[in-house]
């Protein structure tokens, strides 16, 4: 079975920086897209960015310029860097990878942006 875990996540100040991380382990023959989804209280979960295993990448606008995605594929790990973070960051941000056809997610980890 494959496991999905983050780190990075904590709480700074507005204009602060973050970096996440998600190393996948388990059963790998290889990993397709990996992206970050985010979740604040009482809200849809939402894309915030994506990158596949060529290393394209797509971002949500609100993020565009701010943070960056990233791959290591002999890790198995994806990276978010989030710079010039804003309150409305804030939120539970999960990893997500899609191995074979079946999609795997992270168990979240927390990110909280003070003003």
């Known amino acids: 079975q494959v496991q999905l875990v983050e780190s990075g996540g904590g709480l700074v100040q507005a204009g602060g920086s973050l970096r996440l991380s998600c190393a996948a382990s388990?059963?790998?023959?290889?990993?397709?897209?990996m992206g970050w989804y985010r979740q604040a209280p009482g809200k849809q979960r939402e894309l915030v960015a994506s990158i596949t295993s060529g290393g394209s990448t797509r971002y949500a606008d609100s993020v565009k310029g701010r943070f960056t995605i990233s791959r290591d594929n002999a890790k198995n790990t994806v990276y978010l860097q989030m710079n010039s973070l804003k309150p409305e960051d804030t939120a539970v941000y999960y990893c997500?990878?899609?191995?074979?056809?079946?999609?795997?997610w992270g168990q979240g980890t927390q990110v909280t942006v003070s003003s």
């Open positions: 997500r990878a899609r191995i074979a056809v079946t999609l795997y």
């Open positions: 388990g059963s790998i023959f290889s990993i397709n897209d």
